[in-house]
């Protein structure tokens, strides 16, 4: 009677391990952030950054925290750099260079250059 019990526990976790694996799961962003840092491109953080990404990506620099009231100063400094934005729902007008769901919203990377021209693009929902 004991053994049915666990029968029905056990396969619990293998069975919602892709789910979870899917929302949990910022080893690929991470892993882009990485190879941007190696290449030598500033990485900043839209908002309050808590280090998720450091060990998974394999960084070596701190990721400047950036928000309203310095981006735009941060981006005048480096143009070729590249911006952390969670968001609830990802502006359509511009596609980031990379997106992935976490936890109910979405983490997007955006270049520089886009983020210039409409910094909106990086705005948490209000």
């Known amino acids: 009677l004991a053994s049915l019990g666990a029968a029905r526990v056990v396969p619990v976790p293998l069975v919602a391990r892709p789910a979870l694996t899917a929302v949990f799961d910022l080893g690929p962003v991470a892993a882009r952030l990485g190879a941007w840092e190696r290449e030598g491109r ?3 953080h839209y908002g309050k950054y ?4 450091h060990f998974l990506g394999r ?11 310095n981006v735009e100063q941060w981006l005048a ?3 070729t750099g590249k911006i952390v934005a969670h968001q ?7 596609k980031p260079e990379y997106v992935v769901r976490f936890r109910g919203k979405f983490v997007s990377l955006w270049d520089a250059t886009q983020v ?10 209000p």
């Open 59 to 69: 960084l070596r620099r701190p990721i400047a925290i950036v928000g309203d009231g």
């Open 42 to 44: 500033p990485l900043a």
């Open 88 to 94: 609830s729902v990802v502006p359509d007008r511009a």
């Open 116 to 125: 210039r021209s409409d910094l909106d693009l990086v705005k948490p929902d």
């Open 50 to 53: 808590h280090g998720q990404f």
């Open 77 to 79: 400094a480096n143009p």
